[in-house]
């Protein structure tokens, strides 16, 4: 995966297997996940699977995430948000909001 959103990265990606893109709100995912598809275009690499990962800045609700997928996105990686101190939270309390954010997000 090939990091970045410069128009020099997004292109450098297209030619790549993969794009990674973090700490975004959701405007921007999708106005970097739109110039990639560009340059992918571009590039006559469209064909090609590829994968595009992207991280949030915050949690996004099922609706965010169909649309996400729809723009291109491939992989979200984005924690659980309800970790108030993830060093001191107890292992129960991580498996209990992993299971919540399963249910908030995942069909």
């Given at each position: 995966?090939?990091?970045?959103?410069?128009?020099?990265?997004?292109?450098?990606?297209?030619?790549?297997?993969?794009?990674?893109?973090?700490?975004?709100?959701?405007?921007?995912?999708?106005?970097?996940?739109?110039?990639?598809?560009?340059?992918?275009?571009?590039?006559?690499?469209?064909?090609?699977?590829?994968?595009?990962?992207?991280?949030l800045?915050?949690?996004?609700?099922?609706?965010?995430?169909?649309r996400?997928?729809?723009?291109?996105?491939?992989?979200?990686?984005?924690?659980?948000?309800?970790?108030?101190?993830?060093?001191?939270?107890?292992?129960?309390?991580?498996?209990?909001?992993?299971?919540?954010?399963?249910?908030?997000?995942?069909?």
């Open positions: 995966l090939v990091g970045g959103h410069s128009p020099m990265a997004l292109r450098r990606a297209a030619r790549a297997d993969g794009w990674i893109g973090v700490n975004y709100e959701l405007p921007e995912a999708f106005e970097h996940l739109a110039a990639l598809a560009a340059a992918r275009r571009d590039a006559k690499t469209e064909h090609r699977p590829f994968d595009a990962a992207i991280a800045n915050s949690e996004p609700d099922r609706d965010a995430c169909k996400l997928e729809e723009a291109g996105a491939t992989i979200l990686f984005n924690p659980p948000l309800g970790f108030p101190e993830p060093a001191t939270t107890s292992l129960d309390a991580k498996l209990d909001e992993l299971a919540r954010f399963a249910e908030r997000l995942i069909d």
